[in-house]
């Protein structure tokens, strides 16, 4: 019998994808997809309620999640790919004429795994509010889940929501932040400094963790965590520690690779250090 | 000939729309409504009052709203979120865009308080661009209802729609003359009174006096054909182009600036398909000021008086 393959051996490949995917394309964003890909994969191999096969946009009956920082679509559609949700082909289509898989995530041509479009940055956790909202008037104990950047959170909107779900208490909200520190045109620090991003959070009524977001077994402890603490009353906000690029020694660390596809030598110096694991697509 | 469209009394359509939202809630437990701190000017402390699980206080911070309510949308709910027209708009116009239209979100965005009768707060609260901002959004309904009745019925029209809608509205009492329970179809144009010398379209407030200046024309021994475009966008094509057709001159008539408008939408489609002459009575390119409403209107040209100027000029260019 096959052995299932493990969370890093998914997150090796996704990481693949992912390069090969913004290098066909010529175009799209790796660094803050390299970043996420763990605390994704932890995500959706491990943690989320969900059913790829019969997938709805209304999310009912299931967790919900949301791509707020809709330039890591990428990761996101790799990681929806490899979960089942459609044919891991059509990761070639990224970005090409026509394709489902458009830029920034769109419903549009209807791709399973999106349920609004994102790209246009800090209008994600608003968006989690209203779903977290429904779930609650439909007495359903599911999850919503969000992932944001950390430089979106530049974006005022993001703390009028944060206002709004410790205020209407909106405790299943499960946000992530990939913390990378980079935005386009340099460190985060440097551009507009967030200052102490925990206490923001926790300031905000936010149950707040920090947590090393390319430890699987870290980040898996705090999904459950957060997760057993639904019923305090305070949407939880994890702080996940990562590294722009991560994997991929030359995108690592800079803000450099936020929107720069890689060459073809390029790419394959990534692949090199990148085991395939699944199967390329 | 309008014997027909009587004043019932002078009600402002915002009430049209509290009473509808009650109404549509009573019927589907799924609405929700959403509001930014202004819960009574939009009138929805009824909702709230009735269903206050379903009524989503949302503080000072619109952006949030039309987010919450894209989320409610995509979840299953049919959310109504209300506040003053340009914040609906203006202020959230890029919200309004990712996660309502293009997201194809069950939204109902209810934009109170829109035109230059919002009055005496002045030009930051009356916005005189919302239906142009609204309109080029693809997948966007537009409607703007005349009175109280028509604004109640479109409230329980779009509650019925799936798809995002933009219902606008105003704060001043207005007359009140379409039938009450008239069924509001979307994108379909009401034909109020017939003619053969020129079409006057209108819609929003300026319906009523389009009914003025149509009996004004009348005894001046023109005949005027009036249309209610209730529903801006979709447009209803075959409407507009029979009349003008019929008539061969054209007036339209809004609490709007031309650029943007419904006249301008009517004036692209004639200038496409059926050049005719068109005159618009609209505020040409400045922002409102302080004032009382009827004396805004007046000093914006947005009245009878200035329709049948419209009407004549436009006979005269046939």
Redo the contacts between chains.
């Keep these: 019998m096959e052995q299932k393959p493990t969370l890093r051996e998914i997150s090796s490949q996704i990481r693949r994808d992912i390069v090969r995917m913004v290098n066909m394309a010529g175009s799209g964003h790796p660094g803050g997809s390299l970043s996420s890909t763990d605390l994704l994969t932890v995500l959706f191999f491990d943690q989320l309620n969900h059913s790829p096969k019969s997938w709805r ?4 009956g299931k967790d ?1 999640f ?1 791509l707020s920082a809709g330039h890591l679509s990428p990761v996101f559609y790799s990681v929806l790919a490899r979960s089942g949700y459609f044919p891991v082909s059509e990761l070639a289509t990224f970005r090409k004429l026509g394709s489902r898989l458009q830029g920034h995530p ?3 041509r209807g791709l399973p795994g999106v ?6 940055l ?14 609650m ?2 007495g359903e104990k599911n999850f919503i889940y969000v992932l944001m950047g950390d430089g979106e959170s530049e974006e ?2 993001v703390w ?2 944060a ?2 779900a410790a ?2 208490k909106l405790d299943r909200i499960i946000a992530v932040t990939d913390w990378n520190g980079q935005q386009i045109d340099g460190p985060v620090s440097k551009i507009m400094n967030l200052g102490n991003l925990e206490a923001k959070w926790n300031a905000f009524g936010w149950e707040t963790s920090v947590v090393d977001g390319h430890n699987l077994e870290a980040i898996a402890e705090a999904y459950r965590s957060a997760k057993a603490n639904s019923g305090n009353g305070k949407p939880k906000m994890l702080l996940m520690k990562t590294e722009m690029g991560q994997d991929v020694d030359f995108m690592q660390g800079t803000h450099q690779w936020h929107g720069k596809a890689p060459n073809k030598e390029q790419t394959e110096v990534a692949l090199k250090q990148l085991k395939e694991t699944l199967g390329d697509f | 000939m309008n014997e027909k469209y009587i004043n019932t009394g002078n009600k402002d359509t915002r009430s049209g729309f509290g009473a509808g939202l009650l109404e549509a809630g009573r019927k589907n437990p799924e609405i ?1 409504a959403l509001c930014a701190d202004l819960t009574g000017s939009l009138k929805m402390d009824a909702f709230a009052a009735e269903f206050p ?2 009524f ?1 206080q ?2 000072i ?1 619109e ?15 049919i ?1 109504f979120a209300g506040s003053f027209a340009e914040f609906v708009t203006g202020r959230v116009y ?2 309004v ?3 309502v239209a ?4 069950n939204v109902k965005i209810c934009a109170s308080h829109a035109g230059i009768t919002l009055g005496e707060d002045g030009a930051t609260h009356q916005t005189m661009e919302d239906t142009g901002l609204m309109r080029m959004l693809p997948n966007l309904t537009v409607i703007n209802p005349c009175d109280y009745n028509q604004t109640m019925a479109a409230t329980l029209a779009i509650a019925e729609y799936e798809g995002p809608v933009y219902l606008r509205f105003g704060r001043p009492s207005v007359p009140n003359f379409t039938p009450a329970g008239q069924k509001f179809e979307i994108g379909k144009a009401l034909t109020l009174i017939e003619g053969s010398d020129v079409t006057i379209f209108a819609t929003g407030h300026l319906v009523w006096e389009a009914i003025v200046a149509a009996e004004i024309l009348e005894k001046e021994g023109i005949s005027a054909e009036l249309i209610n475009i209730h529903t801006i966008k979709p447009l209803d094509k075959k409407a507009v182009l029979e009349s003008a057709a019929k008539t061969g001159a054209v007036v339209t008539a809004e609490e709007h600036l031309i650029a943007g408008g419904m006249g301008e939408l009517i004036a692209g489609l004639l200038a496409r398909e059926l050049p005719k002459p068109v005159e618009f009575v609209a505020v040409d390119d400045l922002f409102g000021q302080s004032g009382e409403p009827s004396e805004l209107m007046k000093v914006y040209g947005l009245d009878a008086e200035n329709i049948v100027k419209a009407a004549k000029k436009a006979i005269g260019r046939k």
């Design positions: 946009r209304d999310g009912k919900i949301f769109s419903i549009e349920h609004v479009a994102s790209g246009s800090g209008q994600g956790l608003s968006v989690a509010c209203g779903a977290a909202i429904t779930k008037l439909n005022g909107q009028e929501a206002m709004f205020h209407h | 929700v699980e379903r989503i949302c503080g911070a952006a949030n709203m039309i987010g919450t309510a894209a989320g409610l949308a995509v979840s299953g709910k959310p890029d919200q865009r990712q996660v293009y997201s194809h979100t």
